[in-house]
């Protein structure tokens, strides 16, 4: 706790060809395809040239259609479709050295042996890069592709994630870092006192165990969490190692810092043994009226129907039901993205948007924080959030990709390295030295 002497930690949140929802239109960006490893590569190389902590896959396990209960508007308007995360950061590890590799998995469309053994085998292969966001996924359209009609309530899917967790990690330690032998001589491969059967009985779940897998080089991969509810904090601050958040202000970051962090006691945790980094759009111009007319630009190529498919399926609502010409009417709590739904409702009435104009600001960052400026400029936000205990570093949203990530790692990072802010070179190998993580002792079940 308290950044003075700390460096800060950066993500890169790579989503599509860009964030904004205009950002695949951006003029002077290159055109990749979202279907060719090169991009991939491409995008992961800008960031480890950056020197970020790491970069990150985010999910939606169908193609947005809560809006009007059809993906006319998300298939006509944005990048849609997604390759698997987990998929990607497992051919990106072969072509990096360094940078951290994060990937999102549904703990209510998922089982824990499968998924403790995909991102066990990740660490492996990247020699300990790997990291897992844990979400409980956001709305039916996913469910409707797991044999349900209806996605499982706010509380219920937390339970769920609850034992997920539980069971994941006793997979993970169910080989002692040491059980490998592999000794010729006496035909010994590994030794079976030093692996461990989980028997695991529970409300959701019934997992025997050990993991196919043994123990990976971090111990155990990174946990990301990014839920903010008050259910969603509790999680995080039971489980998280890194949190990812949508935070419109210094001081709404300054109170969620506050809150997770108190809040890990509960869960005796070492306050700062958690990683928060609130998401941010840098649009990043030489002048600041360069930055200014790229940001209008953006915002002139993106439909609302884009914001407002992104935003249905965020709130797992149909807002296609109501006027665009009028402001969001006050809707029950959804049963989707609950942190996010309160950010917008207030966002909307703070600024008398109608639903057309919420969709174009949704549609460009997804209520995230833009922040429009030179380099400098930049770097000074980044700098009071970090040194006012509003965060332990950012988690970077491109407007577009690769041109708005290169131009952040050509720009703003030296502006950060030169205020001593962020690492010149990596010093260390696995995700864990990059974020200044112990590495877990296996908890060994006498069972
Ligand atoms: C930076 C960031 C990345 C996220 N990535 C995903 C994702 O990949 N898939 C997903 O279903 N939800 C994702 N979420 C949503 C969260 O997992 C969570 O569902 C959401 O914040 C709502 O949680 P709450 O209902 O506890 O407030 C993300 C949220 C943030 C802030």
Redesign the pocket.
Same mark, same amino acid.
């Given at each position: 706790m308290g950044n003075i002497n700390s460096s800060m930690h950066l993500g890169a949140?790579l989503y599509a060809v860009g964030h904004h929802a205009g950002g695949w239109r951006y003029p002077d960006n290159e055109i990749c395809s979202l279907l060719d490893l090169e991009y991939y590569k491409k995008v992961a190389e800008i960031a480890e040239k950056g020197k970020f902590d790491l970069i990150f896959f985010?999910?939606?396990l169908a193609i947005p259609d809560r809006f009007g209960n059809n993906f006319n508007a998300s298939v006509r308007y944005f990048a849609s479709f997604r390759l698997d995360p987990v998929v990607l950061i497992t051919a990106i590890s072969a072509v990096t050295n360094r940078i951290g590799l994060a990937a999102?998995a !549904?703990t209510t469309y998922n089982e824990p042996f499968a998924v403790a053994r995909a991102f066990a085998t990740i660490d492996h292969l990247s020699k300990g890069r790997a990291s897992w966001?844990v979400?409980?996924?956001?709305n039916d359209g996913e469910a409707m592709n797991f044999s349900r009609e209806a996605h499982l309530d706010?509380s219920t899917r937390y339970e769920r994630a609850q034992e997920f967790l539980e069971v994941v990690i006793r997979l993970w330690d169910s080989w002692e870092d040491d059980a490998l032998v592999i000794d010729r001589e006496t035909g010994v491969y590994a030794n079976p006192d030093k692996v461990h059967y989980v028997k695991h009985k529970g409300q959701f779940f019934q997992v025997r165990g050990p993991l196919n897998v043994p123990r990976s080089p971090q111990g155990r991969p990174v946990l990301i969490?990014?839920?903010? !509810?008050d259910?969603?904090r509790d999680f995080a601050a039971r489980w998280a190692e890194v949190i990812?958040?949508?935070q419109p202000s210094l001081d709404a970051a300054r109170e969620f810092y506050k809150d997770i962090n108190g809040r890990m006691a509960k869960y005796n945790r070492e306050p700062g043994s958690v990683k928060i980094m609130p998401?941010v759009m840098p649009i990043v111009g030489e002048t600041e009226a360069e930055a200014k007319r790229k940001e209008a630009l953006l915002s002139d190529l993106v439909h609302p129907l884009a914001g407002l498919s992104l935003l249905s399926d965020s709130m797992n609502y149909d807002l296609s039901v109501h006027d665009l010409d009028q402001p969001l009417p006050e809707l029950a709590t959804a049963r989707g993205?609950?942190?996010?739904q309160k950010l917008v409702s207030k966002l909307a009435k703070e600024e008398g948007l109608t639903l057309a104009q919420l969709g174009k600001r949704f549609g460009a960052s997804r209520s995230h924080r833009i922040l429009t400026g030179t380099p400098a400029q930049i770097a000074d936000s980044f700098e009071e959030w970090f040194e006012k205990e509003a965060c332990d570093g950012f988690?970077i949203m491109p407007p577009y990709l690769p041109g708005g990530l290169n131009e952040f790692v050509e720009l703003v990072v030296p502006e950060l390295q030169k205020r001593g802010l962020f690492r010149h070179e990596y010093t260390g190998s696995t995700l864990r030295d990059h974020l200044g993580l112990q590495r877990p002792e296996p908890v060994i079940d006498p069972k």
């Open positions: 949140f985010a999910d939606r999102t !549904s966001n979400v409980t996924s956001t706010h969490q990014a839920g903010s !509810s259910r969603g990812f958040t949508a998401g993205n609950q942190s996010r988690n």
